[in-house]
């Protein structure tokens, strides 16, 4: 067979096509990398070598032909496998690098564990025969290493002396894993000697059901790659059924000593050497633009995200907890959201796909750690260093992709098998240590692959994902990144859910462990179940007023009871119910009672002005209008269970409405905001990384419920299994009644306005309580002058929070750790940064984004903003609402905001707060600030008599005996002792 025919066949039996032209170009007719891995696999098996970087670089048959070197089938071939000792052989760069970054984590988080559920019936003696068989047929199970060699050194045993010490036999209950976990953790404690295995397995019996049992497999990343361990897998369970015995693997050593008797890798050199070795980053760069600088140059796009520290923080931790890298838990995450896309988006699963050196005989057959890495040395100080190492990785990526998913079962079992192979890869980017840094490969991603991701670990994780353009569409890649992100950013799935035994294992099997994240339509769009909020212990209190004391068992049965009396009227999934009455645990009861019949609610107290009562009535247009006193009788007639029973409605879709809350009027009329299930959902997921952190939170309530802080509370509280403490009205100003609550009920988190806050903390300076860790401003401007004084009064140990959020973007979406000696930047409180799930940007008049330093309008996107305002019963996108990318809806604020260069956002006020005075533009904050510094002023307010529509300005009771003459305020202002004096022409000229 000629050069050409053996080629044309290895093609048409990969690509499942007839006998292709010999211009035909590969990868148009739907190749990809891990099918060209096959037909040189093909081409080696009859002698034909072919390298991977020549066939990228020569897609067509007779340029292949071209390349090709023949070296006869019985030449230059690994030695024959064996089952005894093998001669040892030093540690690959990949092998060291892990070596490295385990020692630099003390937890050393390379052991990967996964759990097989076995048919039943299946003893203990079966498991054992195919487990010998299996370690006679792999080399990796019986490697050892020798880390006090110089270098370390690794050898492989026989398998008799490997059998007996890496299979053990368990009885546990299957329900919980803490007898597996403490098998990792011996066995791992073994393992770091040289003679140890460092795969072992145990067979463990359910203790319920003895014909239950399950096989777990846990091995070290040090010696097994992908590859291998989709080999053993297999093998494993191919000898378990009873099939003929495969053959034996070769080894790494056989696999080092066949390469150091050949040219191959010197010849790998020399590619890598002319590819990119005399280029300079600026050429890099062209060169990675150039279409015709490859032959097939793909449309480069790119995206980025960054997952902020807190959540980076916790998900290290936890994945430290469980044995493997932050950026493995980041590889196993985004190996589910791509599951999720498999099932009707254009993306399809991504796969392990490693370095298995094209070209050489029986290279996919090897068993041990493969995975290639060209080591790169870039300069700290050079500035196109980045974009150095993303074109260079661009390169090396044509010949090694990794992830974290063994291939075995994917491959034939998944949906990739029926929607073909387009392949993942996900770069990570070890630090090191000062000993081993330049040794290392600082990877920063790129691939001519259609999907790459690069993961950064640090103080916070960066996100790099790149794509080809001409296969996969913005609006799809960006929604794969939202998603990824968001999942990152609410790690609870880390808690909740078994992968300490599982999270390399196969797609199926993982989705069966991690379940589904619920993506529909838009990247995080999730429903709303009110049952949620129930799940406190039944005993503790969840609602206490002045009147009443609800425990979870009781607040579940009255809001049960609630339920099924909106539903006898006739309330059902998309209806509204008005929910009139009195601040209270009523209110908390017909919320809730409200969510469990399926429908949405809005509140109305009846101490609101007629006006707005009546305005209320007539844009929504309820289904149903309840009383609370009325529906309070009913529920005490009625002596609820004390359980949820089923039959209720499902809950709430993600695009529905949860809620309905009217606007301040700030800007003009109220207007009834409608916000979805999603919002809320995101905004809960949020506050429990940000306040709860896995503890209860007992929230102290002192808003109206009218406006959307008493949601706030609600969730934050009952979310987290905490407890509700509603003050009175006529006792939200009494602050020795505000401490004895806090004492009373160990209140973790209060949250008010500027003013009240102030003075509370003032009040509780001198014997703080030592429940309180949270006090969150909000619902007013924060000015600078405040925000300095309330530092100053707060107690130790508590943390102030500047809580910036709009109505229509459901509640809260940036929020701001306070710290004392702000520096003044304007003249308000910075906002903060996002919470997890929300986008925010600055834009001027034309729409156009600002860069960091300009101000502009403040914009917020994410799940959190709202369907829109309702008009006579209908919901309408209007004011600043807007359409996003595909991921999410956006408003626009009126509010001006800057970006700085940390990453913050700066509020400017306002769109409407600033004037003209003597030709300059002034800030209405700026001149209540240098009102605010003067001593004997508490409270100041500043407007503009032309614009407030008056003819004079007269303060307001409360602070008439405050106010100064205009020539007092001049030379106050102007005195050298007041530091933020404004400036001589905002002084009053009388």
Known sequence: ?????????????????????????????????????????????????????????????????????????????????????????????????????????????????????????????AVASAWAGVVALHPALRTVLDLDAVPPRQAVRSASSTVGRSLERRVAPLGSTGDLQRLVEERRSKATVGISPLAFAAYVQDRAQPEVAVWSLVIHHVVFDGTTLGQVVDDFFALLSGADLPSPHPSVASYAHWCSATAAQERSREYWRDAVGALSPGELRVSERAPDSTPRAAARAAASRRVGPIASARLADLAGDRRFTTAAAVSYVWAQVLAQYVRGGPVVLGLTVNLRASGMPDATRVSGCLLGMVPVVVNDDDADAAVACRALMNQIARGTEYAHLPPGEILRGGPAAELGVTSTVVFENFAGSERYRQALLVEVGGTNDPLSLTV????????????????????????????????????????????????TTPAQHSRSILGDPGI???????????????????????????????????????????????????????ATVLLRGVRSAMSVVGICGVWLAGAAWCSLDPQLPDRRRELLLRQLEPDLVVDLDEMRQVIENRQPSGRLEDGLAPPLSADEAAYYVATSGSSGTPKVVALSASGLSTVRDAWAEIYARGSRLHVLQLGSWTADVFVGDVVKALDSGGRLVICPDERRVDLDHLAALIEEHGVSLVETTPALMLELLDHLRASPPASLRTAIVGSDAFRIQEHDRLMAACPAGVSVVNGYGLTECTIENLVYKCTPGVPAVTPLTPLGRPLPGNRVWVEDARRRVLPPGAVGELVVAGPQVGLGYVEAGRVVRVGGFGSGDGFSHEFRTGDLASLSRNGEVLFHGREDSLVKVRGHRVEIGEVENALLALPGIEEAFVCDVRTAGVSSCTPSSEVTDCCLSPRYVRCSARCSRHRRCPRSWMSPLV
Do not use: N
């Not at 670990?457 to 913005?474: H, P, Q």
């Not at 939202?482 to 609870?492: C, F, I, N, S």
């Not at 209190?541 to 099924?564: G, K, Q």
């Open 520 to 574: 529909e339509g838009t990247a995080v769009a999730r429903s709303w179940d009110v049952r949620q909020l129930l799940h406190g212990s039944p005993d503790e209190l969840a609602v206490v007023d002045s009147t009443t004391t609800l425990t979870y068992a009781e607040l579940t049965a009255w809001s049960e009871v609630f339920a099924r009396e909106l539903v006898r009227r006739g309330v059902g999934p998309g």
């Open 456 to 503: 950064t670990t640090g103080a916070s994780i960066d996100l790099l994902l790149e794509w080809d353009a001409r296969k996969l569409t913005k609006e799809t890649a960006v929604e794969l990144l939202e998603a990824l992100q968001h999942w990152l950013e609410h790690p609870t799935w880390l808690d909740e859910r078994d992968t300490s035994v599982g999270w």
């Open 1 to 125: 067979m000629d050069l050409t025919d053996a080629i044309s066949e290895a093609w048409s039996t990969h690509l499942g096509i007839a006998i292709p032209s010999s211009r035909a170009d590969f990868f148009e007719l739907g190749g990809d990398s891990l099918k060209a891995l096959g037909v040189l696999a093909d081409l080696a098996d009859v002698g034909i070598e072919l390298s991977l970087s020549d066939f990228y670089a020569s897609p067509t048959i007779s340029a292949q032909a071209t390349c090709s070197t023949v070296v006869g089938t019985g030449g230059s071939t690994l030695a024959e496998p064996r089952v005894g000792d093998e001669p040892e052989c030093e540690l690959t760069p990949l092998q060291t690098a892990i070596l490295v970054e385990g020692q630099r984590e003390s937890r050393d988080p390379f052991w990967i564990s996964q759990l097989y559920q076995l048919p039943r019936g299946v003893e203990f003696e």
